[in-house]
C-alpha cells in the first residue's frame, strides 16, 4: 500500500498531467511548510510561506466579511496565474497555471484533487 507522501504526490501529479496550463503544484501546511512540491524550480519553501500567509489572510476576510468558510482564492498575474484552494481546513493546495489558461478545466481538475487530498489528509 502506498504511503500518505505516495498518495498526495499521485494526485499532484495527476492534476499537472490533466491539462498542459497547469504549470506546477503543491500541498502546503497552515503554518507555511511544503507537504508536497510540484513546483518547478526552488519556489517551493517561498511558495509555501506565502501560500500559507495568503490563505491565513483570506480567512480572515471570509469571516470578517461573513461570506462563509473560505475556499480558493485566484491571483492573476501579468505572466502566469495562481489559484490556492482550501483542504479541509488542514492545509492548502497551490497551483501555478499559464497566461491565458483555461480556468474553467483548472478549476474543474483543481477542485477534484482538492477533494482527493481531503481525504488522504
Do not use: Y
Not at 70 to 76: A, D, P
Not at 105 to 116: I, K
Request: charge should be negative; hydrophobic fraction near 45%.
Amino acid at each position: 500500500m502506498a504511503t500518505k507522501q505516495e498518495r498526495i504526490n499521485a494526485v499532484l501529479d495527476e492534476l499537472k498531467m490533466a491539462t498542459s496550463d497547469i504549470q506546477g503544484s503543491g500541498v502546503i501546511s497552515p503554518d507555511g511548510m511544503m507537504i508536497a512540491n510540484k513546483l518547478d524550480g526552488d519556489q517551493g519553501d517561498a511558495a509555501a510561506a506565502m501560500g500559507a500567509a495568503l490563505a491565513s489572510l483570506a480567512k480572515r476576510v471570509t469571516d470578517t466579511l461573513k461570506v462563509g468558510d473560505f475556499q480558493e482564492v485566484n491571483i492573476r498575474g501579468a505572466n502566469a496565474g495562481i489559484l490556492l484552494f482550501d483542504i479541509e481546513h488542514r492545509a492548502s493546495l497551490i497551483v501555478k497555471v499559464s497566461q491565458g489558461a483555461n480556468l474553467g478545466l483548472v478549476f474543474l481538475e483543481a477542485r477534484q484533487a482538492q477533494s482527493q487530498l481531503g481525504q488522504i489528509l
